[in-house]
Protein backbone atom coordinates (compact mmCIF):
# COMPACT_ATOMS: atom_id res chain seq x y z
CA UNK A 1 0.00 0.00 0.00
CA UNK A 2 2.55 2.58 0.88
CA UNK A 3 4.51 1.40 -2.57
CA UNK A 4 1.77 2.38 -4.57
CA UNK A 5 0.89 5.43 -2.75
CA UNK A 6 4.68 6.70 -3.13
CA UNK A 7 4.21 5.63 -6.93
CA UNK A 8 1.18 7.21 -7.24
CA UNK A 9 2.17 10.99 -5.37
CA UNK A 10 5.54 10.58 -7.68
CA UNK A 11 3.61 9.89 -10.72
CA UNK A 12 0.89 12.78 -10.22
CA UNK A 13 3.76 15.11 -9.14
CA UNK A 14 5.43 14.23 -12.57
CA UNK A 15 2.79 14.52 -14.75
CA UNK A 16 1.95 18.28 -13.18
CA UNK A 17 5.52 19.31 -14.04
CA UNK A 18 5.15 18.42 -17.50
CA UNK A 19 1.69 19.20 -18.19
CA UNK A 20 2.63 22.90 -16.44
CA UNK A 21 5.86 23.67 -18.93
CA UNK A 22 3.67 22.73 -21.96
CA UNK A 23 0.73 24.85 -21.00
CA UNK A 24 3.13 27.50 -20.15
CA UNK A 25 6.10 29.60 -21.64
CA UNK A 26 7.84 27.58 -24.94
CA UNK A 27 10.82 27.96 -22.71
CA UNK A 28 9.98 25.97 -19.97
CA UNK A 29 9.43 22.65 -21.79
CA UNK A 30 12.86 23.51 -23.45
CA UNK A 31 14.18 23.43 -19.96
CA UNK A 32 12.31 20.65 -19.12
CA UNK A 33 13.72 18.39 -22.25
CA UNK A 34 17.50 19.68 -21.39
CA UNK A 35 17.37 18.45 -18.05
CA UNK A 36 15.96 14.83 -19.15
CA UNK A 37 18.42 15.12 -21.69
CA UNK A 38 21.30 14.95 -19.13
CA UNK A 39 19.92 12.71 -16.66
CA UNK A 40 18.37 10.41 -19.27
CA UNK A 41 22.16 10.35 -20.72
CA UNK A 42 23.51 10.00 -17.73
CA UNK A 43 21.36 6.66 -16.62
CA UNK A 44 21.92 4.71 -20.43
CA UNK A 45 25.77 5.29 -19.84
CA UNK A 46 25.41 4.04 -16.48
CA UNK A 47 23.62 0.93 -17.29
CA UNK A 48 26.56 -0.03 -19.85
CA UNK A 49 29.19 1.45 -16.83
CA UNK A 50 27.83 -1.31 -14.73
CA UNK A 51 29.63 -4.22 -16.72
CA UNK A 52 32.30 -2.24 -17.90
CA UNK A 53 31.18 -1.38 -21.24
CA UNK A 54 31.60 2.39 -20.86
CA UNK A 55 34.49 3.50 -19.40
CA UNK A 56 33.90 7.07 -19.39
CA UNK A 57 32.90 9.67 -16.89
CA UNK A 58 29.35 9.62 -16.31
CA UNK A 59 28.79 13.07 -15.04
CA UNK A 60 30.48 14.21 -18.65
CA UNK A 61 27.66 12.05 -20.17
CA UNK A 62 25.09 14.41 -18.34
CA UNK A 63 26.81 17.45 -20.06
CA UNK A 64 27.02 15.81 -23.25
CA UNK A 65 23.19 15.02 -23.31
CA UNK A 66 22.30 18.80 -22.11
CA UNK A 67 24.46 20.60 -24.60
CA UNK A 68 23.30 17.71 -27.19
CA UNK A 69 19.47 19.08 -26.79
CA UNK A 70 20.60 22.55 -27.17
CA UNK A 71 22.70 22.26 -30.01
CA UNK A 72 20.19 20.09 -32.09
CA UNK A 73 17.86 22.78 -31.07
CA UNK A 74 19.49 26.40 -31.36
CA UNK A 75 18.26 26.77 -34.87
CA UNK A 76 14.43 27.21 -33.73
CA UNK A 77 16.17 30.22 -31.67
CA UNK A 78 18.35 31.54 -34.11
CA UNK A 79 16.55 33.76 -36.74
CA UNK A 80 19.03 34.18 -39.18
CA UNK A 81 18.49 30.29 -39.66
CA UNK A 82 15.87 29.51 -42.54
CA UNK A 83 12.58 28.32 -41.51
CA UNK A 84 13.37 25.52 -44.10
CA UNK A 85 17.07 24.41 -43.44
CA UNK A 86 16.50 24.41 -39.73
CA UNK A 87 16.73 20.73 -39.40
CA UNK A 88 19.98 20.86 -41.94
CA UNK A 89 21.44 23.41 -39.19
CA UNK A 90 20.72 21.04 -36.27
CA UNK A 91 22.33 17.73 -38.50
CA UNK A 92 25.64 20.12 -39.21
CA UNK A 93 25.48 21.08 -35.05
CA UNK A 94 25.30 16.84 -34.33
CA UNK A 95 27.92 15.89 -36.37
CA UNK A 96 30.29 18.67 -35.35
CA UNK A 97 29.08 17.82 -31.27
CA UNK A 98 30.01 13.93 -32.51
CA UNK A 99 33.58 14.77 -33.92
CA UNK A 100 34.37 16.77 -30.85
CA UNK A 101 32.72 13.90 -28.68
CA UNK A 102 35.18 11.38 -30.49
CA UNK A 103 38.40 13.69 -30.38
CA UNK A 104 38.01 13.71 -26.77
CA UNK A 105 37.15 9.94 -26.69
CA UNK A 106 40.20 8.87 -28.31
CA UNK A 107 42.41 11.00 -26.29
CA UNK A 108 40.78 10.05 -22.53
CA UNK A 109 41.12 6.33 -23.66
CA UNK A 110 42.22 5.18 -27.21
CA UNK A 111 41.82 1.50 -26.12
CA UNK A 112 37.69 2.01 -25.87
CA UNK A 113 37.59 4.79 -28.23
CA UNK A 114 35.45 2.79 -30.79
CA UNK A 115 32.95 1.36 -28.27
CA UNK A 116 32.42 4.67 -26.03
CA UNK A 117 32.30 7.00 -29.23
CA UNK A 118 29.21 4.09 -30.29
CA UNK A 119 27.73 4.45 -26.79
CA UNK A 120 27.86 7.94 -26.84
CA UNK A 121 26.18 8.48 -30.04
CA UNK A 122 23.62 5.96 -29.26
CA UNK A 123 23.02 7.42 -26.11
CA UNK A 124 22.24 10.67 -28.10
CA UNK A 125 19.99 8.83 -30.53
CA UNK A 126 18.24 7.70 -28.12
CA UNK A 127 17.70 10.19 -25.85
CA UNK A 128 18.13 13.50 -27.21
CA UNK A 129 17.08 13.01 -30.92
CA UNK A 130 13.63 12.26 -29.76
CA UNK A 131 12.97 15.37 -26.97
CA UNK A 132 14.62 17.64 -30.01
CA UNK A 133 11.74 16.07 -32.27
CA UNK A 134 9.65 17.09 -29.72
CA UNK A 135 10.71 20.54 -28.72
CA UNK A 136 10.06 21.07 -32.54
CA UNK A 137 6.69 20.23 -32.71
CA UNK A 138 6.41 22.25 -29.45
CA UNK A 139 7.73 25.09 -31.59
CA UNK A 140 5.64 24.67 -34.61
CA UNK A 141 2.27 24.12 -32.71
CA UNK A 142 -0.15 26.73 -33.47
CA UNK A 143 -3.04 24.81 -32.10
CA UNK A 144 -5.83 25.52 -29.65
CA UNK A 145 -4.76 22.22 -28.06
CA UNK A 146 -1.19 21.81 -27.68
CA UNK A 147 0.14 18.68 -29.67
CA UNK A 148 2.68 17.57 -27.29
CA UNK A 149 -0.11 17.61 -24.56
CA UNK A 150 -1.70 15.30 -26.81
CA UNK A 151 1.32 12.66 -27.38
CA UNK A 152 1.77 12.50 -23.40
CA UNK A 153 -1.73 12.22 -23.02
CA UNK A 154 -2.25 9.08 -25.13
CA UNK A 155 1.30 7.30 -23.82
CA UNK A 156 0.17 7.60 -20.10
CA UNK A 157 -3.25 6.54 -20.73
CA UNK A 158 -1.35 3.80 -23.04
CA UNK A 159 1.12 2.99 -19.89
CA UNK A 160 -1.70 3.35 -17.29
CA UNK A 161 -4.45 1.17 -18.78
CA UNK A 162 -2.24 -1.36 -20.15
CA UNK A 163 -0.98 -2.43 -16.59
CA UNK A 164 -4.51 -2.25 -15.25
CA UNK A 165 -5.55 -4.50 -18.15
CA UNK A 166 -2.89 -6.40 -17.20
CA UNK A 167 -3.27 -6.97 -13.77
CA UNK A 168 -6.88 -7.80 -14.07
CA UNK A 169 -7.22 -9.81 -16.98
CA UNK A 170 -3.09 -10.94 -17.62
CA UNK A 171 -2.49 -14.46 -18.76
CA UNK A 172 -0.75 -14.56 -22.16
CA UNK A 173 2.48 -13.34 -21.83
CA UNK A 174 3.78 -10.65 -24.39
CA UNK A 175 7.51 -11.37 -24.37
CA UNK A 176 8.47 -13.20 -21.28
CA UNK A 177 12.07 -13.27 -21.54
CA UNK A 178 12.36 -9.44 -21.78
CA UNK A 179 9.29 -8.64 -19.64
CA UNK A 180 7.74 -10.75 -17.78
CA UNK A 181 4.50 -8.88 -16.31
CA UNK A 182 3.74 -7.20 -19.82
CA UNK A 183 0.68 -9.46 -21.38
CA UNK A 184 -1.15 -9.46 -24.21
CA UNK A 185 -4.46 -8.75 -22.52
CA UNK A 186 -2.66 -5.71 -20.97
CA UNK A 187 -1.47 -4.87 -24.50
CA UNK A 188 -5.19 -4.76 -26.38
CA UNK A 189 -6.57 -3.03 -22.94
CA UNK A 190 -3.80 -0.23 -23.65
CA UNK A 191 -4.84 -0.23 -26.93
CA UNK A 192 -8.10 0.23 -26.88
CA UNK A 193 -8.61 2.83 -24.49
CA UNK A 194 -5.85 4.67 -26.17
CA UNK A 195 -7.97 5.06 -29.23
CA UNK A 196 -10.97 6.11 -27.20
CA UNK A 197 -9.09 8.89 -26.04
CA UNK A 198 -7.94 9.70 -29.30
CA UNK A 199 -11.68 9.61 -29.67
CA UNK A 200 -12.44 12.17 -27.72
CA UNK A 201 -9.39 14.68 -28.40
CA UNK A 202 -10.90 14.93 -31.43
CA UNK A 203 -14.59 15.12 -31.13
CA UNK A 204 -14.31 17.38 -28.41
CA UNK A 205 -11.30 19.42 -29.57
CA UNK A 206 -10.88 19.17 -33.21
CA UNK A 207 -14.77 18.69 -33.90
CA UNK A 208 -14.31 14.99 -35.67
CA UNK A 209 -11.18 15.11 -37.44
CA UNK A 210 -9.55 11.67 -37.21
CA UNK A 211 -5.84 12.81 -36.38
CA UNK A 212 -5.85 11.76 -32.95
CA UNK A 213 -7.94 8.70 -33.41
CA UNK A 214 -4.97 7.46 -36.11
CA UNK A 215 -2.48 8.95 -34.30
CA UNK A 216 -3.47 6.67 -31.24
CA UNK A 217 -3.02 3.72 -33.39
CA UNK A 218 0.53 4.68 -34.09
CA UNK A 219 1.64 5.95 -30.95
CA UNK A 220 0.03 2.96 -28.54
CA UNK A 221 2.10 0.12 -30.26
CA UNK A 222 5.18 2.71 -30.15
CA UNK A 223 4.91 3.11 -26.72
CA UNK A 224 4.80 -0.39 -26.02
CA UNK A 225 8.05 -1.25 -28.20
CA UNK A 226 9.96 1.81 -26.40
CA UNK A 227 9.20 0.15 -22.61
CA UNK A 228 10.19 -3.14 -24.00
CA UNK A 229 13.36 -1.70 -25.39
CA UNK A 230 14.60 -0.17 -22.11
CA UNK A 231 13.17 -3.54 -20.27
CA UNK A 232 15.88 -5.36 -22.89
CA UNK A 233 18.62 -3.20 -22.07
CA UNK A 234 17.96 -3.79 -17.89
CA UNK A 235 17.36 -7.12 -18.46
CA UNK A 236 20.37 -7.15 -20.82
CA UNK A 237 23.20 -4.90 -18.02
CA UNK A 238 21.54 -7.25 -15.37
CA UNK A 239 19.58 -3.43 -13.96
CA UNK A 240 16.31 -3.57 -11.85
CA UNK A 241 15.72 0.09 -12.34
CA UNK A 242 17.70 3.01 -14.57
CA UNK A 243 17.19 5.00 -11.22
CA UNK A 244 16.14 6.73 -8.07
CA UNK A 245 15.05 10.21 -9.15
CA UNK A 246 11.62 9.11 -8.97
CA UNK A 247 10.01 6.98 -6.30
CA UNK A 248 7.99 4.13 -6.92
CA UNK A 249 8.99 4.94 -10.80
CA UNK A 250 13.21 4.60 -10.83
CA UNK A 251 14.72 6.87 -12.79
CA UNK A 252 13.85 9.18 -15.88
CA UNK A 253 14.27 6.23 -18.34
CA UNK A 254 11.67 3.81 -16.68
CA UNK A 255 9.53 6.86 -17.24
CA UNK A 256 10.15 7.97 -20.63
CA UNK A 257 11.39 4.71 -22.42
CA UNK A 258 7.59 4.66 -23.79
CA UNK A 259 8.14 8.38 -24.67
CA UNK A 260 11.33 7.98 -26.87
CA UNK A 261 9.85 5.69 -29.03
CA UNK A 262 6.47 7.27 -29.08
CA UNK A 263 7.84 10.93 -30.06
CA UNK A 264 9.56 9.68 -33.29
CA UNK A 265 6.72 7.63 -34.76
CA UNK A 266 4.45 10.09 -34.28
CA UNK A 267 6.33 13.12 -35.36
CA UNK A 268 6.54 10.79 -38.97
CA UNK A 269 2.33 11.15 -38.76
CA UNK A 270 2.51 15.13 -37.54
CA UNK A 271 4.82 15.53 -40.84
CA UNK A 272 2.47 13.25 -42.97
CA UNK A 273 -0.58 15.19 -42.00
CA UNK A 274 0.72 18.42 -42.15
Not at 27 to 34: D, P
Not at 253 to 265: K, S, T, W
Request: charge should be positive.
Amino acid sequence: MKTLLTRSISGILFVSLVVFCLLGDKGLLIALFGLISGIGLYEFHLLFSSKEKFNYPVLLSSLIGVIGFIVLIYPWFNLLASENNRFLHSGIHLLILIIIIGFFQFIYNSKQFASNTLLMVKGLIYVVVPLFLGAVMHFEDKSNFPILLGLFLLVWTNDTFAYISGNLFGKHKLIERISPNKTWEGFFGGFLITILVGYLVDFYFFKGDFYWIIAAIIVSPAAVIGDLYESYLKRKNKVKDTGNIMPGHGGILDRFDAMFFAIPFFYIWYIVFT
